[in-house]
């Protein structure tokens, strides 16, 4: 038959600190990390929605000012107002293209 385990209660108390000991060091290498509660902290997303918001409204208005400007100045209205107003329109797009993909600006590619 089987032989009682050789061993003594010690060396398996022994054993049985360093398997928990190494359990809970595996426990804390692998732990995610603690996200804040809803309401705490956090606001780097709202911050981004309102930059990415903020550039888009700024890349329209200064199209249109251009653009009406130009009407003015050349008396073509309205063609340099919608001229201007779509390519202020592409401009804002590009920006929150660029802002949400995390794309570098061209000066910083290298």
């Not at 022994?14 to 692998?30: G, M, N, V, Y």
């Not at 732990?31 to 309102?50: D, K, N, S, V, W």
């Not at 009406?68 to 401009?91: H, K, N």
């Amino acid at each position: 038959m089987s032989e009682p385990d050789p061993r003594s209660d010690a060396e398996l108390e022994a054993d049985s600190r360093k398997l928990q000991e190494r359990i809970d060091r595996l426990k804390a290498a692998t732990a995610e990390p603690e996200l804040p509660a809803p309401g705490q902290g956090g606001y780097q997303g709202m911050a981004q929605g309102l930059k990415i918001a903020s550039e888009f409204i700024a890349g329209i208005m200064v199209g249109g000012a251009i653009g009406y400007g130009i009407d003015r100045l050349f008396g073509v209205s309205p063609f340099g107002l919608i001229v201007f107003l779509m390519l202020g329109f592409a401009a804002g797009v590009l920006n929150v293209v660029r802002s949400a993909s995390g794309e570098k600006e061209p000066t910083e590619r290298r």
